[in-house]
């Protein structure tokens, strides 16, 4: 089991450096093992994450920002 989180290291908006650090730091507070995959620097990255967020979640734009959660390939949030 390999929980995901997709980050944009990158960020300009503070708002979504603050979830990313919220998300990363609840995480290692509760010594959950994860991975973090780059969507700013990685396209393949990016493109995965877009293609896996259900179509209900995703923002009315139709483009989801991270941080995104999966577990392997279910998405959790």
Known sequence: MVIKVFVATSSGSTAIKKKQ??????LEANKIDFQ???IAGD???RKW???NVPGEK???NGIPLPPQIF???RYCG
């Not at 650090?21 to 609840?26: A, C, D, K, P």
């Open 21 to 26: 650090q919220e998300v990363v730091g609840f």
């Open 36 to 38: 973090q995959m780059d």
């Open 43 to 45: 396209e393949d990255n």
């Open 49 to 51: 994450m877009r293609e």
């Open 58 to 60: 995703k923002p009315q």
């Open 71 to 73: 577990n392997e390939e």
